[in-house]
């Protein structure tokens, strides 16, 4: 972790202020609008915005993984550009969090295998046969005798990540391989914490499969099998920023996570939620507010939403202070190359679970901005996995946007938005190829615009969102899938939830309130 002396913080602050305007707003301000705070969302910030996130990656290594010169240096950006408006009071929060990381290596009858590490994984090495296990590794009972000293093939699916890598060191395995059950690029994702795992790695579905039909055809497969994970402690920091003007009893707040995964440099995951909502935090600055509005730039996401936990479970301390948080926005993903437009389904109408009341009124604000643009929209899940789960987890309505991560886009949603069928919304998701270069800049700069349309409509009128009354959850509800009506000038809603999850990052366990990694 580098020292913020002097000299660099007056460097940064120069860097910043060539790069954005933020001047001190006049006393007097006229009153927020949606035009008018839209109309000062442009391309070319967008794109200054993005390019300084590529730099600073460009010149740590390439990445801005948390804790790293990278992420340090993101979040300085943010914080002076911020704390140089004089428009809002800024916070540097700084706490400390375990970081995994490392290498592994995999090589299958002496021919090198792309694979990848998984967060809070366990360091070991193997050189044995490889034998498939029943089912998806769920239960013990799936490994055979045959899988002690052995490299266990998995599945995923169902379960967590971590209970199969836990499950093969049980039946005693050297090593274990886990193979994706969608095609795609190759994403590892997390055990959550860590524990007692057989080293693994994970492979893609093409891979994962050719192993298993050579293991069923009786063809043996000999692997070569290594991981060094990596884990310290490091400090990091999220910065919150919020209007000195407007109601501090009703808050508006929105977030999206700075930082990115080891391998890239994240630009898209998730720079453009980070420079979208950087962009609409100084077109605000021109206007005055109702209700407060508190912007969150939340570290360690990758990890586990780290950041945004720390964050809520630190406003805890404080009675009273959670329920001021009147909605939580989150925006993670805006830019894919192959996108979607998809909205968190906050009335559970799509994926039959609800978020806290008043997450449908937030969804049904998104959906007339699309219908508005003359834009097709659909929903995606609102399962917790991203910053907004802690949110969720304090009865806080909560909502947002995305624009797709590996999934797969269907012929369906290609009629619907364009792009690419049968590829992942970003075959950049968590790879070095997460670059500047592979940003869709139209869909960028229209969500961009969404955002600034939410948070002018909440900063002068939150009387759509009852307000919280308790902090404790009350049970999402489950309603049955139903066929979803056309609406505005295209064809804005589709039935897919009956057809694939168009799911978000598989990078949490069994944890109350978030996803299952599987």
Known sequence: MRNLTLATLTALVARCAATWPHPHPPKDLPPVTSEALQALISLDQLESGAQQLQSIADAAGGNRVFGSKGHNDTVYFLYDTLL???????????????????????????EVQDANIFTYDSSGSASASLVAVDNLGYEVADYSTEVSGNVALISRGECPFALKAANAATAGAAGAIIYNNVPGPNIAGTFTEPGDYAPAVSVTQEDGEALLAQLEAGTPVTVELEVNAVLENRTTFNVIAETKGGDHENVIALGAHTDSVEKGPGINDDGSGTIGILTVALALTKFAVTNAVRFGFWTAEEFGLKGSEHYVSTINQTAGEITKIRAYLNFDMIASPNYAYFIYDGDGSSFNLT????????????????????????????????????????????????????DIKTAEEVEQFGGTADEPYDSNYHQAGDTIANLAWDAFLLNTKAIANSIALYATDLSKIPPVTSTTPAKRAWYPSRELTASGPRKARTALAEKRSVSRKRHTGCKKGHAVAI
């Open 355 to 406: 978020g806290p009341p008043g997450s449908d009124a937030i969804e049904a604000d998104f959906q007339a901005f699309y219908v508005s643009v003359g834009e097709n929209y659909s929903a995606t899940a609102f399962d917790g996995r991203s910053d907004y789960g802690p949110f969720l987890e304090n009865n806080i309505p909560s909502g947002g946007l995305f624009t797709g991560a590996e």
């Open 84 to 110: 140089a408006t004089g428009y809002y009071d800024v916070e540097l929060q700084e706490f400390i969090e375990l970081f995994s990381g490392g290498t592994a290596s995999l090589s299958i009858n002496g």
